[in-house]
């Protein structure tokens, strides 16, 4: 399995927007984060999780230039709103798209004319919407790749983080109930949201992220979705053995 980082930044991508900060201004490339999400290469499927608004510009940075599946953890723009640029990869076959029953049901409405009939030469997707609840199947090569969703709490919102083998994502979470911490037992990579070190009402924190890490016990933890009071460098440098921040470009292995 290969997992490659198209993002790692929060609802504002870094640089922010009229921000002089001094992370948003600092010249490690490792400070400018796009929005997140990732591609999972595993058994002969590549999936991405989340269509952010860079999709397309992530895609080209990286030398990607298909996938057989997206998963979507929630519903939020940074982790949709590229949807519509799948559309180079859809022209011989629909995309399968993979999330909550809310959340394909909101994909329905909020991208309605992708499913309406419209006039020819209007370019539009191709994609096969796929409500699940509990663990299902992508096609592959090989046979089938089984994708576990992680119900998780982002706020009072429900999202999904997925398990896909040794490997967990679970990004948009401010707390993992019990029933889905005995999902994520024996993981090899675990990938984790860390939005910033002061308290908030949606996200996991820098200290509470390290306590959930310790608790679930990866042999390697990445965070992820961190926003501009977080430096690269200074971070990675604070962080107990087996956890660091992830950065855009980066590829793992397990």
Known sequence: ???????????????????????????????NRTRCSVYVRAEGARIIIDMTPEFRIQMLREKLSTADAVLITHTHADHLHGLDDIRPMT??????????????????????????????????PHIQLNPVEGPFYIPTVYGKLEVVPVPMLHGKLETFGYRIGDFAYLTDCSYIPKASMHLLNGLKVLVLDALK????????????????AQKIGAERTYFTHMCHDIDHAKLLSELPDGIEPAYDGLRITL
């Open 1 to 31: 399995m290969e997992v490659i980082f198209l993002g790692t930044g929060t609802s504002h991508g870094i640089p922010v927007i009229g921000c002089d900060c001094p992370v948003c201004t600092s010249s490690d490339p490792k400070n």
């Open 91 to 124: 022209f011989r076959r629909p995309m399968p798209v993979y999330g909550s029953t809310r959340v394909i049901g909101i994909i329905r409405r909020r991208f309605d004319y992708i499913f309406n009939v419209t006039q020819m030469g209007g370019g539009k």
């Open 197 to 212: 070190y002061k308290d908030h009402p949606t996200h996991l924190t820098v200290d509470k992220a390290i306590a959930v």
